[in-house]
């Protein structure tokens, strides 16, 4: 079974940063894509950043130029760095894996940008 676990969220002011972690464990096989989307109260979850095994990333507009997601296949991890943080970028940040057999979301994180 394959298990998420998120690490990394907190409060910091706007244009401060964070960085994000995802570690993944079980029985996982490559390839596999792992992704960070939020969500903020009363709103629907969206994509922030999703990266392949190829290392390809994929960016919503919000967070281009901003964000940064990477991923280290020997340790099943993937981060998001973010820099330049808004008081919109305010969420739970969830973390996911997409494997050939299904997917698996991490228990969330919150992000709190305020001053």
């Known amino acids: 079974q394959v298990q998420l676990v998120e690490s990394g969220g907190g409060l910091v002011q706007p244009g401060g940063s964070l960085r994000l972690s995802c570690k993944a464990s079980?029985?996982?096989?490559?390839?596999?894509?792992m992704g960070w989307y939020r969500q903020a109260p009363g709103k629907e979850r969206e994509l922030v950043a999703s990266i392949a095994s190829s290392g390809m990333p994929n960016y919503a507009d919000s967070v281009k130029g901003r964000f940064t997601i990477s991923r280290d296949n020997a340790k099943n991890t993937a981060f998001l760095q973010m820099n330049s943080l808004k008081p919109e970028d305010t969420a739970v940040y969830f973390c996911?894996?997409?494997?050939?057999?299904?997917?698996?979301w991490g228990q969330g994180t919150q992000v709190t940008v305020s001053s």
């Open positions: 996911k894996i997409q494997l050939f057999n299904g997917q698996i």
């Open positions: 079980g029985n996982i096989f490559r390839p596999y894509t």
